[in-house]
């Protein structure tokens, strides 16, 4: 066992832990704060597979965007704070019995699966490569994404602006 | 027992945080409870992608995949999270099971 996995067992640890935190928390904020650990473990993991550049990429966008804006989110509706976030037990039973069953096959198949051998000798430098993909074979999606995110940009701006005025108007 | 890990053991930890996300989509109620439960399986589907990329099973396809993955997981983001705020100051609520407007 050398470092490498020890590595990867702690991280891995880490990240399905606090996964499981996220959903059998109660506290909303709780679940929130242990996404952020879940994130960070998927950056790591990332690492371990040699993806310098989607790891930096996880941890500016999801921990510093979308984890900022769900607990943006959670914080404007704290009203909502002490409701009960769950189903009642009756209904969570068919849940846990189809999401083991979902996730005992998965499970199975992954680790019955011969894989070609693994051999291959990982990626140096990925950045440089994925900037020259991006700028050839998948600059159609480039494009299609940027224009994406300004749509995106301006829906919630007026999604989010719009109940303020009708309720000023009210 | 092997030790050394492979391909599988990511492509478990991956399965166990799709399954996990599923459950937190079908049992939450609270609507940005969802929200997180459906980050956590786009998450595990980045992992496989570069999972596959590291041990030679795709290119680097899969990371330029994963790429997009987060950017379209910012801009949902960032959609839903408009929704839910409307949804809060309209209907004053962010359960998802009392969202029944358009039923009647």
């Known amino acids: ?170 | 027992m092997n030790l050394h890990v492979g391909l599988t053991d990511f492509l478990v930890v991956s399965a166990i945080l799709f399954s996990l996300g599923i459950y937190g989509v079908v049992t939450r109620k609270n609507a940005i409870m969802v929200l997180m439960g459906i980050e956590l399986i786009l998450n595990s589907a980045n992992l496989n992608f570069v999972a596959f990329t590291r041990f030679g099973l795709m290119n680097l396809t899969g990371q330029v995949i994963a790429l997009f993955v987060i950017i379209l997981a910012a801009a949902e983001a960032a959609i839903l999270l408009a929704i839910v705020l409307n949804i809060h100051q309209q209907l004053d609520t962010v359960n998802v099971d009392e969202v029944d407007k358009l039923k009647n």
Do not use: C, H
């Open chain 1, 1 to 170: 066992m050398n470092w490498y996995d020890i590595a990867f067992y702690a991280f891995a640890i880490v990240t399905v832990v606090s996964a499981v935190g996220v959903v059998f928390s109660r506290n909303i904020l709780y679940a929130a704060f242990a996404l952020l650990f879940t994130f960070f473990g998927i950056a790591a993991l990332y690492v371990l597979l040699t993806a310098d550049f989607i790891a930096i990429t996880q941890i500016l966008l999801y921990v510093g965007g979308i984890l900022v804006l769900i607990i943006f989110g959670v914080m404007l509706t704290s009203r909502a704070f002490n409701v009960e976030v769950k189903r009642g037990l009756l209904k969570r039973i068919p849940a846990v019995l189809v999401v083991g069953a979902m996730a005992g096959t998965l499970i199975g198949v992954l680790t019955t699966t011969q894989w070609p051998s693994s051999n291959f000798s990982p990626y140096e430098d990925t950045a440089r490569p994925i900037g020259a993909l991006l700028m050839t074979q998948f600059v159609l999606p480039f494009e299609l994404a940027s224009v994406l995110l300004l749509v995106a940009l301006i829906g919630a701006v007026i999604i989010a602006r719009r109940e303020k005025e009708r309720g000023a108007q009210l």
